[in-house]
């Protein structure tokens, strides 16, 4: 079934369709989700009105995670079973990966300041953060770095499964280390630990930017997909004449 | 609590926090507005490119 989406004719049809809906989407959620994280969720009862920096930050700190698992997923399928969308499904999550990730690090600075008196702290949680932000940047790098694209492919999928091993260690750093950062508070094993009142409007805020984020992966492998396209042409012309 | 345009001068205030909410929210935005026009100008620049190529190429 994978491989049937993993024709390019058929994901640029399916994609054209998908776009503008989960665009749409992800601006209805915001349209909801901003206001109840702004004004109507109630501020927390220590960190008062400081914590709706969470509603920015935690979503950032999802995605940063996701969109790299979706890159190790897509790596592996692209090295084993060499899938005509795969590479170009990493290479188009990870400039977008990268940017959540330097969110969720800024965001973080900025709720640590006045909560912990310091803008940075190298806990386990932060700085496995940042080697994950490092990873992107050489990610991306590299893909730069290589002419060849079936080269380049290759490379960036191994070093994007060599950089995986950190995603563990960014989950459960706050559980095998003493650290500053709280521990997980919503995907527990018993279940949330956050009110309600608190809990909803981060899930709306945590769905509209996944929306966003999977439009603008769409979006972008949409663009590696249609230049593949023009090289493709251009070459066979050149070879024509 | 004077209002301001509707809304309370102590929600801008964001109880003393507002320098830390405020460029929190407006990085998060910034950047996913900047990432959606990067994406839209590269598709339409793509878009661009191949129908001139299929343009050019068409007898």
């Known amino acids: 079934m994978i491989s049937g989406f993993a024709n390019p004719e058929r994901f640029m049809r399916l994609s054209a369709k ?13 349209a909801v989700g901003l206001p109840w994280a702004l004004y109507f969720a109630p501020p ?10 969470m509603y920015v ?31 170009v499904a990493a290479r188009a999550m990870a400039p977008i990966g990268a940017a959540f990730t330097a969110v969720c690090l800024v965001t973080g600075a900025l709720w640590g300041q006045p909560m912990w008196g310091a803008w940075w702290v190298w806990d386990a949680r932060l700085t496995s953060v940042l080697v994950l932000f ?42 095998w280390w003493n650290t500053l950062h709280q ?11 956050m009110h309600p009142s608190l809990l909803h409007p ?4 945590a769905l509209a930017f996944t929306c966003a984020a999977a439009a603008l ?25 | 609590m004077t209002a301001d345009r509707g809304l309370p001068s102590s ?17 998060a935005f910034g950047v996913v507005i900047l990432l959606a026009a990067r994406a839209w100008m590269r598709h339409r620049d793509a878009q661009r490119r191949l129908a001139e190529l299929e343009r050019d190429g068409a007898p």
């Open chain 1, 18 to 30: 998908l776009l503008p809906w989960i665009s749409g989407v992800a601006v209805a959620l915001f």
């Open chain 1, 44 to 53: 927390d009862y220590q960190q008062h009105d400081s914590a709706r920096i």
């Open chain 1, 57 to 87: 930050h935690v979503p950032a700190a999802w995605l940063a995670m996701a969109l790299y698992a979706g890159m190790a997923a897509a790596s592996v399928s692209s090295l084993v079973w060499r899938h005509a969308l795969a590479d």
């Open chain 1, 134 to 175: 490092f990873v992107y940047l050489g990610y991306l790098a590299l893909w730069a770095a290589i002419e060849d694209e079936t080269r380049a492919s290759r490379a960036a999928a191994i070093l994007c499964l060599v950089g995986a091993a950190n995603l563990p260690i960014v989950k459960f750093s706050v559980d």
């Open chain 1, 183 to 193: 521990p997980a508070s919503v995907f527990r094993a018993d279940g949330p630990t």
């Open chain 1, 202 to 205: 981060l899930l709306v805020m």
């Open chain 1, 217 to 241: 992966v769409l979006a972008e492998m949409r663009v590696f997909i249609l230049r593949r396209r023009a090289e493709s042409l251009t070459l066979r012309r050149r070879r024509a004449t």
């Open chain 2, 11 to 27: 929600f801008w205030a964001m109880d003393g926090y507002a320098w830390f909410v405020w460029p929190s929210y407006a990085l």
